[in-house]
């Protein structure tokens, strides 16, 4: 049975009571159909009654960024009588709430409320703040350029800001930001210093999901004016780091590592690290106590002997104490904030002369003084890296924590000489010694000891990692010793900075790279690259180069360079350039100690005249030589693998000259009018016949040759 209908006083009574006890939710469900209209119109207009006595209605429908900068607008302007464009002093509360946010999430333990199991509080989107509500309210775009060329260098020079923006996806988020915006004459020098920023980001830590958002944005029809740009972005991304590519990130406030006791080596040491100074300025701006930051600080546990390196006004200094004999020494080397070094400290005792300590920076000899090796007889108890750990008699209870991050940490029982220190140096910032018991070591572990060109050079007295880290326990990277662990403390975090080719390799590797030379059409469908894929070649020669990249173990599994091939010929010929094949020579250069993709590449990219014959006379020109002198370099390889009938091939099957006879009856007149002049086919058949020559100058000409000569005939 339905249910009765409702009068208009009985309706209109039934809402007022909901409205009361909901707060004015729709339940126009529950309603007769026939009535729905007249519900709905009713509480429409309740609503519109409510909003006028209750201003804090529409401010529940306010993003919260939009309520944070309306909260900010109304106190620059009280008056509430704004410009249509605030001026540029109005934006700097943005700047110190992105590095207040970025600090204070530096400051605090990662992932606190994860690990207490605690909902964690909304906060603030700043890529939202920024990017939808701060430059919309320009109306300049000069101006929203500096705004942007102001964040931009923001998050360049400080580490942490650049931790939080990508921990927070601002990479994902800019990519889609200019995806849904509209490309015009004023908005693409702000759009530029967006590619920017995803160059700062991307360059700094970029994860899979987003790095696969990268390779779609590449291939997509919207980012046509961006491409060369972002694939350029691709090639620094390829390029070997300067940095390490994992660190401890050091906040200065509660931060160091905590090493357990051991005895100091008696007559040398070697202390290295890579290291990167945020500041050298007191965190606690308004302390009367000196700050002289740490970089590392052994001591026993009555303080009466020690070993202690600070920094102070951007030169390191090293310490001594061995109780009553206090001595430091200066090194003369002006240390840079924000700039990555290769720190190596070697000191070695002299029983009848003064001790010596030496500095060397990224492998080459800054400094050397003479200091008191610290003889210490009794264990070491309080041992640091990044912080004092105690409080001293000059500075009472200050820590100095350094602001910094460190790579791995290592020390060792010997002073290397200058040559040792190189060669560790150009092991790289990401070089960590392997366990090994192999005869032919060049620089790497046995045990304990380091072993450079197949000799013993010393003994490992501990190694730290920001790879070998679980909770707050730093791994002993040496030993795997769970008792040579040490402690990290709540103020440091492990940054993982991954690169192209660790992202890459965790995303199907080749197959993104080779999808790069097509692009996506209409319903997702694959159409022909419509660009010059030079930059491509010039992505493939840097994977390549670098020795530590998988791809070309992948490109050989895959059969990558027939693929390649095959896309190449869906490229228009009028986007091969004469840098094109630039290009291409140098990869090849890059293949040549690889027989079997060198072989691959030969065939399916430079001898593929399906690619070059109606491309300009010029390029095909520069190819034709490129080819020539490849066979003066790899005259058996021609000879014996690709042959003489390939080239008698290419001339009877591209470098015809008209009249047509029959063996060209698939050639039409579009084709003929689509190839080079005859002029120059004339040219390029004569570069040709000439690298015929090339083949058989040395062992005259075979009898299988012979007669291929006299079929083409």
């Known amino acids: 049975m339905s249910a009765p209908a409702l009068s208009s006083e009985e309706l209109m009574a039934e809402l007022e009571s909901r409205m009361e006890r909901q707060n004015v939710v729709t339940i126009v469900e529950e309603i007769d159909d ?58 700097s509360f943005y700047f110190e709430l992105l590095e207040k946010m970025a600090l204070s999430e530096r400051s605090k333990p990662k992932h606190k409320t994860e690990q207490l199991g605690l909902t964690p509080k909304p906060e603030l989107d700043l890529h939202s703040m920024f990017f939808e509500k701060l430059i919309p309210m320009c109306v300049d775009s000069h101006l929203q350029v500096v705004l942007m060329r102001k964040l931009n260098g923001m998050i360049f020079n400080t580490t942490f800001v650049k931790g939080f923006c990508t921990d927070r996806n601002w990479i994902q988020k800019s990519l889609d930001y200019l995806k849904n915006s509209d490309l015009n004459e004023n908005s693409f020098p702000v759009h530029s210093e967006i590619l920017t920023l995803i160059q700062i980001l991307c ?122 004999k206090v001595e430091t020494k200066p090194f003369k080397f002006d240390f840079e904030e924000k700039k990555w070094y290769a720190l190596m400290i ?5 029983l009848f002369r003064s001790s010596k300590i030496c500095l060397y920076i990224n492998g080459e000899f800054v400094d050397e003084n003479f200091l008191i090796y610290p003889k210490i007889d009794d264990e070491l108890i309080m041992c640091h890296i990044g912080t004092a750990g105690y409080s001293d008699l000059d500075e009472l209870k200050r820590d100095q924590p350094i602001i910094a991050q460190f790579g791995n940490v290592y020390l060792l029982d010997t002073c290397l000489s200058a040559i040792d220190v190189k060669k560790v ?21 046995k045990g304990t000891n380091l072993i450079i060109d197949k ?135 890059s293949l040549e100690s690889d027989e079997e993709n060198f072989s691959d590449f030969v065939k ?49 099957l591209f470098y015809w000259i008209p009249p047509i006879n029959k063996k060209n009856l698939f050639v039409d007149q579009k084709t003929i009018e689509k190839r080079a002049p005859v002029e120059e086919i004339v040219k390029i058949r004569m570069y040709l016949l000439k690298m015929v020559i090339l083949l058989f100058q040395t062992g005259g000409l075979r009898w299988d040759e012979a007669f291929v000569v006299i079929r083409y005939r």
């Open 455 to 589: 000799r013993i050079a010393g003994k490992f007295y501990f190694g730290y990692s920001p790879r070998a880290v679980d909770g707050l326990m730093c791994l002993d990277i040496i030993e795997g010793d769970l008792r040579k662990s040490a402690t990290k403390m709540e103020g440091v975090h492990q940054w993982f900075t991954l690169g192209l080719n660790e992202i890459t390799w965790n995303i199907n590797g080749v197959k993104n790279l080779l999808a790069l030379f097509t692009q996506t059409g209409p319903n997702a469908t694959e159409i022909q690259l419509q660009q010059d894929p030079t930059p491509l070649f010039q992505l493939l020669n840097t994977l390549i180069t670098n020795s530590n990249s998988p791809f070309i173990e992948e490109m050989n599994e895959l059969n990558g360079f027939q693929i390649l091939g095959f896309l190449l010929e869906r490229i228009p010929s009028v986007h091969f350039t004469v840098d094109t094949v630039t290009s291409l020579e140098k990869l090849a250069t």
């Open 425 to 445: 140096f150009e092991l790289g910032p990401n070089y960590q010694p392997k366990l090994t018991s192999e005869t032919d070591v060049i620089v790497g572990r």
């Open 604 to 652: 399916n990219i430079l001898l593929n005249y399906r690619l070059w014959i109606f491309t300009s006379p010029s390029v095909q020109l520069q190819l034709t030589k490129l080819i020539g002198t490849l066979i003066v370099k790899h005259q058996n390889y021609f000879r014996n693998e690709i042959g003489l009938e390939t080239f008698f091939d290419i001339l009877a």
């Open 346 to 350: 070697t000191h070695e005792y002299h």
């Open 203 to 324: 360059l700094f830590n970029i994860k899979p999901n987003e790095m696969k958002s990268l390779y779609e944005a590449i291939r997509s029809p919207w980012s046509k004016p961006y491409w060369y740009l972002l694939v350029c972005l691709l090639q620094k991304m390829a390029l070997q780091r300067e940095e390490p590519s994992c660190f401890f990130d050091f906040n200065g406030r509660s931060s160091g590592l905590i090493l357990p006791p051991f005895k100091w080596p008696a007559s040398a040491y070697s202390f290295f690290t890579w290291i990167h100074v945020d500041s050298f300025e007191d965190p606690l701006k308004n302390s009367k106590y000196a700050y002289h930051p740490r970089l590392f600080s052994f001591s026993t546990e009555d303080q009466s002997q020690s070993i202690e390196g600070y920094f102070w006004n951007s030169k390191l200094h090293v310490i001594t104490k061995n109780k009553s």
């Open 34 to 91: 026939s009535k729905q209209n007249f519900a709905s119109s009713l509480i429409e207009k309740s609503v519109e009654e409510k909003e006028k006595l209750d201003p804090t209605v529409e401010s529940e429908v306010l993003s919260l960024e939009e309520e944070f900068v309306n909260g900010i607008l109304s106190k620059f302007y009280p008056s509430g009588r704004r410009p249509s464009s605030p001026p540029i002093d109005f934006f």
